[in-house]
């Protein structure tokens, strides 16, 4: 199976700040990466796809960007909407495989 | 808008059985692969399984923690995609959301989710 690992596990910011999010694959997954935002108690959000393709009526501020094993997800202006845990999945191989998630909070 | 509605979780015992459903609509539903996801209480998000679309021959894929237990299939008449879910754990507790996926893309939407619960 092909593990995902994130980091920082947790991460503290102010409204406002730039915040980069890093994911890591055990093997290539070329682009098959998407990532995904949750808040507490609600269904997981689709925020981009392929990497670095934004779903449908997902803001600009997010953008990500990697290939083969390393992968980032930046928020380019903090927004109070967007304190949240934030996940990455491969889907290259199956099964797919998560990343154990990052939870940006308020600093 | 397409829409994902789940329904079927419950409380079961040790041992038992459980189907879930999800209804999509506003969609093409049949160019869709469907795919399962569930979440354990405060826990991360895991891939249970896929049922893939017609042209894909509707073939389905299994997590290894699920395998020969559970089954996805899908009725495309009905726009509706199903879990059967057998000798269920107490590990099996968790929010099960149900996701269409266009291929190339995946989980491009989400149900709201259905809380099973297993426990005697």
């Known amino acids: 199976d092909t593990q995902m690992t994130q980091s920082p596990s947790s991460l503290s910011a102010s409204v406002g700040d730039r915040v980069t999010i890093t994911c890591r694959a055990s093997?290539?997954?070329?682009?098959?990466l998407a990532w995904f935002q949750q808040k507490p108690g609600k269904a997981p959000k689709s925020l981009i796809y392929a990497a670095s393709n934004l779903y449908s009526g997902v803001p600009s501020k997010f953008s990500g960007s990697g290939s083969g094993t390393d992968f980032t997800l930046t928020i380019s202006s903090l927004q109070p909407e967007d304190f949240a845990t934030y996940y990455c999945?491969?889907?290259?191989?199956?099964?797919?495989?998560f990343g154990p998630g990052t939870k940006v909070d308020i600093k | 808008e397409v829409q994902v509605v789940e329904s079927g979780g419950h409380l079961v015992q040790p041992g038992g059985s459980l189907r879930l459903s999800c209804a999509v609509s506003?969609?093409?539903?049949?160019?869709?692969?469907m795919d399962w996801v569930r979440q354990a209480p405060g826990k991360g998000l895991e891939w249970v399984g896929r049922v893939r679309n017609k042209i894909n021959s509707y073939t389905t894929e299994y997590a290894a923690s699920v395998k020969g237990r559970f089954t996805v299939s899908r009725d495309d008449s009905k726009n509706s995609v199903w879990l059967q879910m057998s000798s269920l754990k107490s590990d099996d507790t968790a929010v099960y959301y149900c996701?269409?996926?266009?291929?190339?893309?995946?989980?491009?939407?989400w149900g709201q989710g259905t809380l099973v619960t297993v426990s005697s």
């Open positions: 093997q290539d997954i070329s682009n098959s």
């Open positions: 996701a269409t996926s266009y291929p190339g893309s995946i989980f491009d939407n």
């Open positions: 506003g969609s093409t539903f049949s160019d869709h692969h």
């Open positions: 999945q491969q889907y290259k191989t199956y099964p797919f495989t």
